[in-house]
């Protein structure tokens, strides 16, 4: 096991509560404070196991994104109550090398206990999270996230893009509880005006599901949470992505004892690198960006579902001409995929045995 003076954690906490200075590159574990530090050259994140099993900081370049109190963490929502690793016994922490494990995170009801092993390891300047779950019998959930990040602010970020080619603009969630959901797996944090950008990549086994949510939480953080789950997860209210005020996004679903397992590949990237257009003569290049990286894709619901209108309103007009013409100043494959998935999905289900077109998608419907 690594070595650290006694006084390197309280200073680092220190130095990273004030954005200042990188922590050691590497994994450590302080055994008196029951945490774990990870850190890259400019990323660090905390990992707190006494008596529960939360990150509960995290820096990116210099920048404290996720502070206490409010963590990362997994749990499930049965018959209206959460249980959450927010409570837990101390798990079991082993570090070797270059990685570290954590055994023993259990939460849930004795009815329907949950039991989750977290595996860390460190990749170039990557930082892979591994959370493996075993629920212990069947269940019905009303809600689950693995994990849930609840990060510093609304403004922490400006949004996240999304897989799909749309994005969760933190702009349109402008009421605590308001959330936004949809079926996608990868997401792209990022903030234009210092350059910052996280990239959280998940990789399932070819059985599993996921989708994510976006709320505004009371207290003010901004949480980005995904659900995986063994079939595709159903809208609670109609066909809404959307709710106003309120978070229950997702209808409840049922779960056999078995284990499932996720891997999250956390990259730092540079915004104006990871979404680099060209140059712009003439025009303002940076504004042109925002505006192919926010109104542009807003119009995109879900999967199979693309257009101008967004998922605020919930509708999606299907007589529109200017996709194609979006999708190339937009310049996202995941966006021109989807795109090209919405157009089959219309012509497989929107053409009616007269002939006729529906002419809109819409949440109520």
Same mark, same amino acid.
């Given at each position: 096991?690594?070595?650290?003076?006694?006084?390197?954690?309280?200073?680092?906490?220190?130095?990273?509560?004030?954005?200042?200075?990188?922590?050691?590159?590497?994994?450590?574990?302080?055994?008196?404070?029951?945490?774990?530090?990870?850190? /890259?050259?400019?990323? $660090?994140? *905390?990992?707190? +196991?006494?008596?529960?099993?939360?990150? !509960? =900081?995290?820096?990116?370049?210099?920048?404290?994104?996720?502070?206490?109190?409010?963590?990362?963490?997994?749990?499930?929502?049965?018959?209206?109550?959460?249980?959450?690793?927010?409570?837990?016994?101390?798990?079991?922490?082993?570090?070797?090398?270059?990685?570290?494990?954590?055994?023993?995170?259990?939460?849930?009801?004795?009815?329907?206990?949950?039991?989750?092993?977290?595996?860390?390891?460190?990749?170039?300047?990557?930082?892979?999270?591994?959370?493996?779950?075993?629920?212990?019998?069947?269940?019905?959930?009303?809600?689950?996230?693995?994990?849930?990040?609840?990060?510093?602010?609304?403004?922490?970020?400006?949004?996240?893009?999304?897989?799909?080619?749309?994005?969760?603009?933190?702009?349109?969630?402008?009421?605590?509880?308001? /959330?936004?959901?949809? $079926?996608? *797996?990868?997401? +792209?944090?990022?903030?234009?005006?210092? !350059? =910052?950008?996280?990239?959280?990549?998940?990789?399932?086994?070819?059985?599993?599901?996921?989708?994510?949510?976006?709320?505004?939480?009371?207290?003010?953080?901004?949480?980005?949470?995904?659900?995986?789950?063994?079939?595709?997860?159903?809208?609670?209210?109609?066909?809404?992505?959307?709710?106003?005020?309120?978070?229950?996004?997702?209808?409840?679903?049922?779960?056999?004892?078995?284990?499932?397992?996720?891997?999250?590949?956390?990259?730092?990237?540079?915004?104006?690198?990871?979404?680099?257009?060209?140059?712009?003569?003439?025009?303002?290049?940076?504004?042109?960006?925002?505006?192919?990286?926010?109104?542009?894709?807003?119009?995109?619901?879900?999967?199979?579902?693309?257009?101008?209108?967004?998922?605020?309103?919930?509708?999606?007009?299907?007589?529109?001409?200017?996709?194609?013409?979006?999708?190339?100043?937009?310049?996202?494959? !995941?966006?021109?995929?989807?795109?090209?998935?919405?157009?089959?999905?219309?012509?497989?289900?929107?053409?009616?045995?007269?002939?006729?077109?529906?002419?809109?998608?819409?949440?109520?419907?």
């Amino acid at each position: 096991m690594r070595k650290i003076h006694p006084t390197f954690f309280p200073l680092a906490l220190l130095l990273w509560g004030c954005a200042v200075f990188p922590a050691l590159a590497g994994i450590a574990f302080d055994e008196s404070s029951k945490t774990i530090t990870l850190s /890259t050259s400019n990323l $660090q994140m *905390q990992i707190n +196991t006494d008596e529960m099993c939360v990150l !509960d =900081r995290m820096v990116l370049d210099g920048v404290e994104v996720v502070s206490p109190p409010q963590p990362v963490f997994s749990g499930v929502q049965i018959a209206g109550q959460w249980y959450t690793s927010m409570k837990t016994a101390s798990p079991t922490v082993v570090v070797d090398g270059d990685t570290v494990t954590l055994r023993g995170i259990r939460f849930g009801p004795d009815t329907a206990l949950v039991e989750e092993t977290w595996l860390f390891a460190m990749i170039d300047n990557q930082i892979s999270w591994r959370i493996e779950r075993t629920y212990t019998q069947p269940a019905t959930l009303d809600d689950t996230v693995m994990p849930a990040w609840d990060f510093s602010s609304m403004t922490t970020w400006e949004g996240a893009i999304l897989d799909h080619g749309g994005v969760a603009w933190c702009r349109f969630l402008d009421q605590p509880h308001t /959330t936004y959901g949809c $079926q996608a *797996q990868t997401v +792209t944090l990022w903030h234009p005006a210092d !350059d =910052r950008c996280l990239r959280i990549e998940p990789r399932l086994e070819p059985s599993q599901h996921m989708a994510v949510r976006f709320t505004h939480q009371p207290e003010g953080a901004f949480r980005y949470a995904s659900v995986l789950t063994p079939e595709p997860l159903k809208p609670k209210h109609n066909l809404s992505r959307f709710l106003h005020a309120r978070s229950d996004l997702w209808a409840p679903f049922q779960v056999e004892a078995g284990k499932l397992a996720v891997d999250y590949i956390l990259t730092p990237l540079r915004y104006s690198q990871a979404y680099n257009r060209g140059t712009f003569v003439g025009i303002d290049g940076p504004l042109v960006n925002a505006i192919l990286d926010t109104i542009a894709r807003y119009g995109v619901i879900d999967r199979n579902i693309v257009g101008s209108n967004g998922w605020r309103t919930g509708y999606k007009c299907l007589h529109e001409p200017w996709f194609a013409q979006m999708a190339l100043a937009i310049a996202d494959p !995941d966006y021109t995929q989807n795109l090209q998935d919405s157009l089959n999905y219309e012509r497989d289900h929107a053409i009616q045995p007269d002939g006729r077109v529906k002419s809109r998608f819409f949440f109520n419907d």
